[in-house]
């Protein structure tokens, strides 16, 4: 009986074949929706700190270190590759990538830290967000600088000259 | 020098104890999943024992907490002494999404030390046998801290009294200074 058994058992391993993977040998393909490892792309970013927000692990952290610059710093030790903050970046910035081949003996190797240069704002010199076309169009009267050219733009006209109030905003002409 | 003594001592094959401490199982479930035959890592002399006292490597998932703290250490203490820590999946490398809540330590470096890092939630079980070959000297590891930087527009800052002419268009005095 234990014979007949073994036998059996002996039918069904070869018929299953050899079903270890190659994988140290030849590199394994990863699925189409795999998330690996998240890549900020700088010159995307805005500096919203959307990805902050919405991170569940807490992995991104935003710090203010001076007027122009906002530092955006990923702890990618306890990132658990949620997706969140590629869904959530207004501008694209982050992609998942499909790295998992990334263990190392360090756990700082894991971190990305971006620099982020924010506009100031001409009134209260604190820095903002640029704003979306839709607000930009709301915000007659406010002055922007011509950052391209290094020149300064001092007045909007986009507003009438004795009209002090569009919409809700006072105009504070000078 | 780790990595030499590491090769040193580790030549034939690394006996692994698989300690969680308060994981989710997932990780757990990888690593069951490295030693099927699909992955097949008794063919690297990678095995599973039941004991700390014969284990080379602790594979730690989870994080520390505080009920499992004292015990993962107990744990570490029973290993002889060429021993080597994994830390496998977020919450045993920094913690991972509740590494600040009450019942949660920290990473499982707070505990014990911790050579080798295998982030992802959970890894793939091809980033477990790639962490592993990394700490064996195999392969270079290939992540290294990424710093990014904006291009920056040189913004002059504003003084009025500074300003040159009037009309539409004064001109800024200082504007090539800066």
């Known amino acids: ?174 | 020098m780790l990595k030499n003594l590491c090769q040193k001592m580790f030549g034939r094959s690394l006996w692994v104890y698989h300690a969680n401490s308060g994981g989710c199982n997932g990780c757990d479930i990888e690593v069951l999943n490295v030693l099927t035959p699909y992955y097949d890592v008794e063919r690297f002399g990678i095995k599973l024992v039941g004991s700390p006292r014969h284990a080379d490597v602790m594979l730690c998932q989870g994080p520390a907490m505080r009920s499992t703290a004292q015990a993962l250490q107990r744990a570490y203490q029973a290993m002889p002494a060429p021993k080597l820590v994994f830390a496998i999946g977020s919450c045993a490398c920094g913690g991972g999404i509740w590494f600040d809540s009450y019942p949660v330590i920290g990473p499982v470096e707070k505990i014990i030390p911790v050579n080798y890092y295998i982030p992802g939630c959970p890894p793939r079980p091809e980033a477990i046998i790639y962490g592993v070959a990394v700490a064996l000297g195999l392969i270079e590891k290939k992540v290294a801290p990424v710093e990014l930087k904006q291009p920056m527009f040189p913004i002059p800052r504003y003084h009025p009294e500074e300003l040159r002419g009037g009309g539409d268009l004064p001109v800024y005095e200082k504007l090539e200074k800066v």
């Open chain 1, 1 to 174: 009986m234990s014979v007949r058994s073994k036998l059996e058992e002996a039918v069904i391993c070869l018929k299953a074949g050899r079903v270890t993977l190659p994988y140290p040998a030849q590199p394994r393909p990863v699925p189409e929706n795999f998330r690996g490892r998240p890549i900020f792309d700088a010159a995307k970013c805005i500096g919203c700190a959307g990805c902050a927000n919405n991170c569940t692990a807490r992995a991104v952290l935003v710090s203010d270190v001076c007027q122009e610059i906002r530092i955006l710093k990923y702890v990618g030790s306890r990132c658990t590759y949620c997706g969140r903050c590629a869904e959530v970046c207004p501008e694209k910035a982050i992609t998942m990538s499909h790295e998992f081949e990334i263990a190392t003996g360090s756990a700082l190797d894991l971190d990305q830290r971006l620099e982020i240069f924010m506009s100031t704002c001409q009134r209260c010199g604190r820095c903002f967000v640029e704003p979306s076309p839709l607000e930009q169009l709301k915000m007659k009267g406010y002055r922007f600088d011509d950052l391209q050219n290094d020149r300064w733009i001092f007045r909007s006209r986009a507003f009438l000259e004795n009209d002090t109030v569009v919409d809700d905003i006072a105009i504070e002409l000078d």
